[in-house]
């Protein structure tokens, strides 16, 4: 059957090759359906403007009471904020088709929002780390806590546990990295929130009770455990960025491939699969040797069938085959 290299598209017609430019949803150079990348511009919208007013409301409050932990929690929120709008705008870009400037598509902006938010949140920790230790050590700032700092902290972990749970449906159902970036950004504002309320009880509790004075400190603590909070989150988005950005495999992914293009009827080995991340996307290679006497329908139809088996395992897959033909050992008579 030759050893063409065959992109699969469910449109290609039988017994031949589509044009580059037929349609599919989720390959290369085209959009995936309207109705999903309306879905994931509104979450990642709602999302920026739930960040911006629950930055604002934390910086009054912050200022008008100087708890350290409210301001580091509105650097923090304002982080989610720059986070959020740059998500906004990379999932507008990476929905683009490919062009001839960018034959795999757009989905990297996705990694490089994932990037930048990466960037900015270790900005954010210095900051916080910075503030904190210097309350703590050098200079003494009265905190005056009131139910406007309860209610501030609460309303935050309301808005953030709304958004994180919208961003985390989104992310699933569309396999998008940028959008699970930022629902981890709020999911973890939910619990650093948490920390800032029990330094605010510790503080009030020092200020009514002149035995325990030592609880002062627990607001500057509180920011301490934000800033701890956020370089976790640091880490994590580090690492996966830059896993994508140089095109590491998904982690066990190539080895299910194997095994299971290998297993279908037709199919005599699978081998020097190779795996390409990119946004929610991922592109597949692999060479497969198979019966070189049939014809190029039935050779056709059977890389439609590993195709299927390929986006079984992985959804957003788009799969390029080079097929070897194998020759058959007459039998003996």
Known sequence: MGSPRMALHPSDPPG???????????????LATPAAEREKRWVAMTSFWAALGITLF???????????????EAAHSGLDLVAAGATWVAI?????????????GHGKVENLSALFATLLLLVTCAGILYGAIERLFFTDVAVEVTVWSFLAMGTSIVVDYSRSRAL????RKHNSQALEADALHFETD?????????GLVCVKLGQWQPGWAALRHADALAALLVAVIALWI??????RTIRALLDAAPAGLAPRIVATVAALPGVVDCHKVRIRPSGPRVFVDMHVRADGNQTLAQAHALTEEIQQAVRAIAPTADVTIHAEPVVPMPTAQ
Request: aromatic share 4%; proline share 10%.
């Open 92 to 104: 507008r870009i990476a929905g683009k088709p490919a062009d001839a400037d960018h034959p795999y």
């Open 168 to 171: 985390g449906r989104a992310a």
């Open 58 to 72: 934390k910086v009054v409050v912050g200022v008008l009471t100087g708890s350290l932990g409210i301001l580091a």
């Open 234 to 239: 640091t880490a994590t988005l580090g690492l």
């Open 190 to 198: 939910i619990w650093s929130s948490a920390a800032v309320i029990v």
């Open 16 to 30: 031949g090759l589509a044009p580059p430019t037929a349609p599919t949803t989720g390959g290369p150079g085209t």
